[in-house]
């Protein structure tokens, strides 16, 4: 198992995943040619096993701009998930982000996605706020979460 970071050659498996992750919910063609278009802030980290690509995460690095990273979407294979590739994800993808001098880390997640508030947990991401009706396929509220390094 590694972690990279993504590559064009990888667009169709990490569509293919986002679809398998979120089905109705997954983004659209639109806006993930928007996310393409500037891999600068747009960073994907994927994690592959044997040259398949079983988990991702993405965020939107703002860097001297706003100075935080925003943690836009991650996704395991349904087959892969309690193996803590979200933990390695964000251990990664922290790590690297400090490199860069980054120290503020934002996100959110649906009031019900309890691994993924566990996974803001294990990282010392604090919940600051709810957005009401955040979220459609189900209308959902959204919390979210922060860190400070």
């Known amino acids: 198992m590694e972690i990279v970071k993504f590559n064009l050659k990888d667009k169709n498996e990490l569509l293919e995943l986002d679809k398998e992750c979120f089905g109705v919910d997954c983004w659209d063609n639109e806006l993930w040619q928007e996310i393409l ?62 490199k860069e001098g980054m120290k503020d880390f934002r996100g959110e997640t649906r009031v019900t996605n309890y691994p993924m508030q566990k996974v803001f947990s294990d990282f010392d991401f604090r919940n600051v706020e709810t957005f009401k009706g955040y979220y459609d396929n189900p209308t959902e509220d959204a919390l979210r979460y922060h860190l400070s390094i």
């Open 37 to 98: 278009g500037d891999l600068e802030h747009n960073i994907i980290y994927l994690v592959k096993q044997n040259n398949e690509l079983i988990a991702y995460l993405m965020i939107f690095n703002w860097g001297k701009e706003k100075n935080y990273v925003k943690i836009t979407n991650i996704g395991t294979k349904s087959c892969f998930r309690g193996e803590k590739l979200a933990h390695k994800l964000f251990e990664t993808m922290i790590n690297e982000m400090k």
